[in-house]
C-alpha cells in the first residue's frame, strides 16, 4: 500500500498566499513546499522533484513564462522537464492563457480563484500525467472513434465531422474519462479557440452524438472545469 502523499511545489512572491495554500494543500492530503521566485524554485527544484509545480507568471526575477521555458528546455533540472505545471496567476486574458499553454503549462487558473477549483484542477493535472497512452480506437455506446484517421462512426455509417469538430473529438478520446478544461482544450487544437468556440463546438457535437443534447450521456460537463468524454470502463 503507498501512502506517499503527492508532492506540490508552489511557486509565488505572495507569501501570504503561499502560506494560505500550504495550509489548504495540506488539508487536501497533499506535502506542500513553497518558493518565492524563480530562482528560489530552480534551488529546491535541485533538492528534490516534486508531483507538480502551482506557478504564478508576475515575480522578480525570471517571469512564470521565462522560468516555464527553461524547465520546459530541461535547463533547471533534465528531469523535470516533464514535471506538471499549473499556472496561478492574475494575468486571466486568453491572449496570457494561451501562451501559458504553448509555452508548455498543463493548466492555467486565473486569480482570484476558488481553492476547491484549484484541487480539482490540481488532480486532474496528476491524472492526465499518470494515465497510460490512449487506445487507437475509442467506443462508447453505438459510436466508435478512430483516433489516427479522426473518423467517428456509429455502427457502419460515417458521422460527419467538421475539421474543428473532428480536432475536438479527437482530444477528447486522447482523455477519455478526463475532465478538460476549455484553455487545455483551446491548446490541443490547430487554431487557438476562446471558451465560447469551445462551447460552440461541444454544443455541435452533443447534437451529433447525443439522443437528448440537453441530458448528454457521453461530453459530460464537469462544474468548474470544463468537459469530459464519459466511455465505460469495458469499451475503451
Same mark, same amino acid.
Given at each position: 500500500? !503507498?501512502?506517499?502523499?503527492?508532492?506540490?511545489?508552489?511557486?509565488?512572491?505572495?507569501?501570504?498566499?503561499?502560506?494560505?495554500?500550504?495550509?489548504?494543500? $495540506?488539508?487536501?492530503?497533499?506535502?506542500?513546499?513553497?518558493?518565492?521566485?524563480?530562482?528560489?524554485?530552480?534551488?529546491?527544484?535541485?533538492?528534490?522533484?516534486?508531483?507538480?509545480?502551482?506557478?504564478?507568471?508576475?515575480?522578480?526575477?525570471?517571469?512564470?513564462?521565462?522560468?516555464?521555458?527553461?524547465?520546459?528546455?530541461?535547463?533547471?533540472?533534465?528531469?523535470?522537464?516533464?514535471?506538471?505545471?499549473?499556472?496561478?496567476?492574475?494575468?486571466?486574458?486568453?491572449? #496570457?492563457?494561451?501562451?501559458?499553454?504553448?509555452?508548455?503549462?498543463?493548466?492555467?487558473?486565473?486569480?482570484?480563484?476558488?481553492?476547491?477549483?484549484?484541487?480539482?484542477?490540481?488532480? !486532474?493535472?496528476?491524472?492526465?500525467?499518470?494515465?497510460?497512452?490512449?487506445?487507437?480506437?475509442?467506443?462508447?455506446?453505438?459510436?466508435?472513434?478512430?483516433?489516427? $484517421?479522426?473518423?467517428?462512426?456509429?455502427?457502419?455509417?460515417?458521422?460527419?465531422?467538421?475539421?474543428?469538430?473532428?480536432?475536438?473529438?479527437?482530444?477528447?478520446?486522447?482523455?477519455?474519462?478526463?475532465?478538460? $478544461?476549455? #484553455?487545455?482544450?483551446?491548446s490541443k487544437l490547430t487554431v487557438p479557440a476562446t471558451d465560447r468556440t469551445i462551447d460552440v463546438q461541444v454544443t455541435r457535437l452533443?447534437?451529433?452524438?447525443?439522443?437528448?443534447?440537453?441530458?448528454?450521456?457521453?461530453?459530460?460537463?464537469?462544474?468548474?472545469?470544463?468537459?469530459?468524454?464519459?466511455? !465505460?470502463?469495458?469499451?475503451?
Amino acid at each position: 500500500m !503507498n501512502d506517499r502523499k503527492p508532492h506540490i511545489l508552489v511557486v509565488d512572491d505572495d507569501r501570504a498566499l503561499r502560506e494560505l495554500l500550504h495550509r489548504f494543500l $495540506s488539508d487536501h492530503g497533499f506535502a506542500v513546499s513553497g518558493a518565492g521566485s524563480a530562482e528560489e524554485a530552480a534551488a529546491a527544484l535541485a533538492q528534490t522533484l516534486p508531483d507538480l509545480a502551482v506557478l504564478d507568471v508576475m515575480m522578480p526575477g525570471d517571469t512564470g513564462f521565462v522560468f516555464l521555458e527553461r524547465l520546459r528546455k530541461g535547463e533547471v533540472r533534465p528531469d523535470a522537464a516533464r514535471l506538471p505545471v499549473l499556472m496561478l496567476t492574475a494575468m486571466g486574458d486568453p491572449e #496570457d492563457r494561451i501562451q501559458g499553454l504553448r509555452r508548455g503549462a498543463d493548466d492555467y487558473l486565473s486569480k482570484p480563484f476558488e481553492p476547491e477549483e484549484l484541487v480539482l484542477r490540481i488532480r !486532474n493535472v496528476l491524472g492526465r500525467a499518470t494515465t497510460q497512452a490512449p487506445p487507437a480506437v475509442i467506443r462508447f455506446g453505438p459510436f466508435t472513434f478512430d483516433l489516427a $484517421s479522426q473518423r467517428l462512426t456509429r455502427g457502419q455509417a460515417t458521422v460527419h465531422l467538421t475539421s474543428g469538430e473532428a480536432q475536438l473529438m479527437a482530444v477528447f478520446a486522447a482523455h477519455a474519462g478526463e475532465a478538460l $478544461s476549455r #484553455d487545455f482544450l483551446s491548446s490541443k487544437l490547430t487554431v487557438p479557440a476562446t471558451d465560447r468556440t469551445i462551447d460552440v463546438q461541444v454544443t455541435r457535437l452533443r447534437k451529433k452524438l447525443e439522443e437528448d443534447p440537453r441530458q448528454p450521456q457521453y461530453i459530460q460537463t464537469v462544474r468548474h472545469l470544463g468537459y469530459a468524454l464519459r466511455v !465505460n470502463t469495458g469499451e475503451r
